[in-house]
């Protein structure tokens, strides 16, 4: 397939004009004209692009790419080095990252919710980025539900706030979402889930009374690529291998 007809193919589906993000999303390096085989990963960090190299991809499909508005635009330190590799393997590099997020069945929202279990009820905020669902039966307590995300995320949540409290409607947002918090509280939520935490999360956790769940950033938001390279495969009849690099944080 031609690197234009997959973006093409991809940017109808994710519809990354809708957002105002922090990164392009698309195309970001371009390499081959012509893509059989592609590499999925949450981040295209040095590891990733090494990886793609060692299975002869001829494309990195990912949820945060580079280009970031918050960083240096000199192409020095760690980025040569990307970029200097990238552009010696002659691999295109395509990512999208708020679209990524919200789309309302491949998205890291719509991840959590399928392996969480939770019935979704609606979304709220900027650009339609959180989430609220609730979970099916009767009320558990926080710590249990920690223990849940705990099994589904593959790592030990931090929880914050009061343990023991009953809860049954959740709030979500996949990532460094934990400065919705108060938007959060403000939906109704008995307990919200992001994927990072701040030294004010813990003071709002505690004086609102919701719990607060720190899953991992990474853990939150492998879903989405995911799921996006199971589209890939099976809409455009290309090879993709998911290579999860693992990040604790």
């Avoid at 990238?86 to 590099?93: A, K, P, R, V, W």
């Avoid at 918090?181 to 939520?189: F, R, Y």
Wanted: hydrophobic share 40%; glycine share 10%.
């Amino acid at each position: 397939m031609q690197t234009r007809t997959l973006v093409d193919k991809l940017d109808a589906l994710l519809e990354p004009e809708r957002f105002h993000d922090y990164a392009p999303n698309g195309l970001q390096v371009e390499g081959r004209p012509e893509i059989t085989r592609v590499v999925t990963g949450v981040t295209a960090s040095l590891a990733l692009i090494e990886a793609a190299a060692r299975l002869k991809a001829d494309a990195i499909l990912v949820h945060h790419g580079w280009f970031w508005k918050s960083e240096s635009r000199c192409i020095t330190g760690y980025r040569r080095l990307r970029a200097k590799r990238m552009l010696e393997l002659d691999m295109n590099l395509i990512a999208y990252h708020l679209p990524l997020d919200a789309h309302p069945e491949l998205g890291n929202n719509a991840g959590i919710a399928r392996c969480l279990g939770l019935d979704v009820l609606g979304r709220w905020g900027e650009m339609m980025l959180g989430w609220t669902g609730e979970i099916p039966g009767d009320p558990i307590t926080a710590e249990a539900f920690a223990e849940r995300c705990g099994a589904a995320f593959r790592r030990k949540p931090f929880l914050v706030g009061p343990s023991e409290k009953k809860v049954k409607r959740i709030c979500w947002c996949s990532g460094a979402a934990q400065g919705m918090m108060e938007e959060a509280v403000g939906q109704g939520a008995d307990l919200y889930l992001s994927g990072e935490i701040s030294e004010p999360t813990v003071h709002l956790a505690e004086e609102y009374g919701v719990p607060y769940l720190a899953c991992g950033h990474h853990a939150t938001e492998r879903f989405g690529i995911e799921a996006l390279g199971r589209w890939v495969a099976e809409n455009c009849g290309l090879e993709v291998t998911f290579v999860d690099i693992d990040n604790p944080v």
